[in-house]
């Protein structure tokens, strides 16, 4: 048993781009001490039984000496241990063996993961293994190995080439596996672009990655200039970009894996490339991480990245208004007023207020797909790092359904969020002498305040918006880009796609086309 899948790093700088294969493997850890790598992990879960190999032999006598615990992320490092062909080996405590568990398992081990001459790991679990805990494992080498690399000179690339998967029960963990392949591929895009700095990830070229993803399969791009953007009448959108000298873009992406007739879930992604804050213009420590202001789109891409590897049963479509937010002498001013698409008038109230205003003309375009759910990702505001720091993405929705499945995604994904209150009290602030709405509230409750305002602009459609200034990327030393929250929207799709085959299952005379077909892999950037 033995799947191979090729994972292409979105690619730098016409430089050759690090390449990390992972493998599925029937590995018991008699078969595991003889699969020669330069690094063996053992996650050893809570109520382990040793086996007659070596290798459990080994473990016991650790846990007898109270050298090893089997808490999650607890480990002992052994090196050139006889009648094993790994050079390193590294025994871990895998907890519960629950996703989350192993996730923190593979990311204790990091260090010896992403060593300069770690090249090819053996992943392998004492016992049987589920198949979420292989998909979080699987993502958590991807994640510990990452390297960013697009713009430095002298490239140390990402030393790990080939991951292999070692179980003893491949069949059951087959589907998790394929999960967690796509979303690296998927949050890895997502980081590639998040991490690129501002004058490498202009409007354009954020474009030019999205039409990439056309290369893969049922999937589609087209990319709209300012001129049809003009005559859609994106007030609010063109008022953010008229500031810069580089044009906007606005990106259109679309997934087909159901019937045509079936109703999309539209995915909208803030895309500003820079946020200076225009002519209410930010203060200068830290405005570089403002290059992450376009993560929600960046999280748009990732996950149909994903999508293109998965192809799951249903239609998704992918919104991204893409401009920088610049202080100049076209700039719109504070107190200026201008239409949105929707015929609503917002008074600017300060320009560094900018996502709510590209993405409420996204939202009201998103109603042409006549779509079953809407989403909004954006690094929109800064109360919202103060409100749930890093740890938790703030979700806010007008329909209990779709923020319990987003919730429960983010659970299941290691992706989580928190869901937040949209009481129209919280609108008030957002009343105007001069136009239909202000686009600020003041500083109290500033998350939500942003949220009603994007509310505007939906309708009755159920919508969410996902709140990611604080988990979209790190800051500090560990500077960048996290790919969140692609884990979360992935898992939210593939549930509604099993929840439409589950349909059309039940139903034998509805749609001709219940599932999607699986098409071949396609290389993709
Ligand atoms: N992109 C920022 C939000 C942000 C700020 C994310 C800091 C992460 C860290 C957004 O465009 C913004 O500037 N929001 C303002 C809104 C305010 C003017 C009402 C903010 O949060 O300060
Ligand atoms: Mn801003
Ligand atoms: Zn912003």
Redesign the pocket.
């Known amino acids: 048993m033995h799947l191979c899948v090729r994972i292409k790093v979105q690619g730098a700088l016409k430089r050759k781009t690090p390449i990390m294969n992972f493998d599925l493997k029937t590995l018991d850890l008699t078969a595991a001490a003889s699969e020669k790598c330069d690094l063996l992990v053992v996650l050893i879960p809570e109520g382990f039984k040793p086996g007659p190999d070596a290798l459990s032999a080994l473990a016991a006598l650790a846990l007898k000496n109270g050298d090893l615990s089997l808490k999650a992320g607890k480990q002992l490092q052994l090196y050139q241990v006889p009648a094993v062909a790994a050079r390193r080996v590294v025994l871990v405590g895998g907890g519960d063996g629950s996703a989350r568990a192993s996730r923190q398992a593979v990311l204790a081990v990091g260090g010896a993961i992403k060593a300069p001459h770690t090249k090819r790991v053996a992943l392998c679990w004492a016992g049987a293994a589920s198949a979420d805990a292989v998909g979080a494992a699987v993502q958590a080498v991807a994640e510990a190995s990452y390297v960013y690399t697009t713009t430095k000179s002298k490239v140390e690339a990402r030393s790990l080439s080939r991951c292999v998967v070692g179980v003893s029960n491949v069949a059951e963990v087959r589907d998790g596996f394929d999960n967690g392949v796509a979303l690296v591929a998927g949050v890895e895009f997502a980081r590639e672009w998040g991490n690129r700095p501002a004058n490498h990830a202009t409007p354009s070229l954020l474009a030019d990655a999205a039409k990439t993803l056309a290369r893969l399969p049922r999937i589609q791009c087209k990319v709209h200039g300012p001129a049809e953007v003009s005559r859609l009448g994106m007030g609010a959108f063109m008022a953010v970009a008229r500031g810069s000298e580089e044009p906007l873009r606005f990106i259109e992406l679309r997934y087909n894996g159901a019937a045509k007739d079936k109703a999309p879930v539209v995915l909208v992604g803030?895309g500003?490339t820079f946020?200076t804050?225009g002519i209410?213009i930010?203060p200068a420590p830290e405005m570089d991480?403002?290059k992450?202001?376009m993560c929600g789109a960046a999280s748009v891409l990732g996950t149909f990245r994903a999508l293109g590897e998965l192809q799951p049963a249903i239609n998704v479509v992918g919104l991204i208004p893409a401009c920088e937010?610049m202080p100049d002498g076209r700039a719109v001013k504070p107190g200026d007023v201008v239409t949105s698409m929707s015929g609503q008038t917002i008074e600017i109230l300060?320009t560094?207020?900018?996502?709510r205003l590209v993405l409420c003309d996204a939202l009201t375009y998103a109603a042409r797909f006549k779509p079953a759910a809407v989403v909004d990702i954006a690094?929109?505001?800064?109360?919202?790092?103060i409100a749930l720091g890093g740890v938790r993405s703030g979700l806010f929705a007008n329909h209990d359904g779709l923020a319990a499945a987003l919730h429960g995604a983010g659970e299941a994904a290691q992706d989580p969020c928190w869901r937040m209150p949209l009481d129209d009290d919280y609108a008030d602030g957002l009343k105007s002498n001069f136009a239909d709405m202000g686009?600020?509230?003041g500083?109290a409750g500033?998350s939500i305040?942003?949220a009603k305002f994007l509310q505007k602009f939906v309708g009755d459609t159920p919508w969410a918006h996902l709140d990611i200034?604080?988990t979209a990327w790190r800051g500090g030393a560990a500077k960048g880009s996290t790919g969140r929250p692609v884990g979360l929207l992935v898992h939210y799709l593939l549930g509604q796609a099993q929840a439409n085959v589950g349909k059309a299952a039940s139903a034998p005379r509805a749609a001709a086309k219940p599932a999607a077909k699986r098409v071949p892999r396609a290389k993709a950037a």
């Open positions: 803030k500003i946020d804050g209410s930010k991480e403002m992450f202001d937010n300060n560094d207020a900018e996502g690094t929109l505001t800064g109360a919202c790092v686009n600020v509230a500083r500033g305040t942003a200034a604080g």
